[in-house]
């Protein structure tokens, strides 16, 4: 299965609900990356550009990004931005292949 970063960050008024009635998301996170057959490995708030990150696996791009659309539907972010994460033995496959090519720059 593939494993993805995903950058998030509320919205003002998902803030004022939150502290309104606080609740611990990871549990919802878990849900929905589970009903597309993938798993939650991490989930953390943070001071920064985003209000927070997960670490998710999934079993594909589709799934992934199905899960990515019906998050960003809801209406609670403003961002939730998602990174493709490669292994080592992926990359190595990568630059083994990377071999291969025969990249011209432009005006070469």
């Given at each position: 299965m593939a494993m993805y970063l995903t950058r998030f960050s509320y919205t003002p008024e998902t803030w004022a609900r939150m502290i309104e009635n606080?609740?611990?998301?990871?549990?919802?996170?878990?849900s929905y990356i589970e009903?597309?057959?993938?798993?939650?490995?991490?989930?953390?708030?943070?001071?920064?550009?985003?209000?927070?990150w997960n670490l998710w696996e999934a079993p594909d791009n589709v799934s992934m990004a199905a899960v990515a659309l019906a998050i960003g539907a809801g209406g609670a972010l403003t961002?939730?931005?998602?990174?493709?994460l490669l292994s080592v033995e992926e990359t190595m496959e990568a630059l083994r292949k990377a071999k291969s090519i025969r990249y011209r720059p432009p005006g070469a």
């Open positions: 606080p609740e611990d998301r990871r549990n919802a996170a878990r009903s597309a057959g993938g798993k939650l490995h991490g989930f953390w708030y943070a001071f920064g550009e985003h209000d927070g961002a939730f931005e998602t990174t493709v």
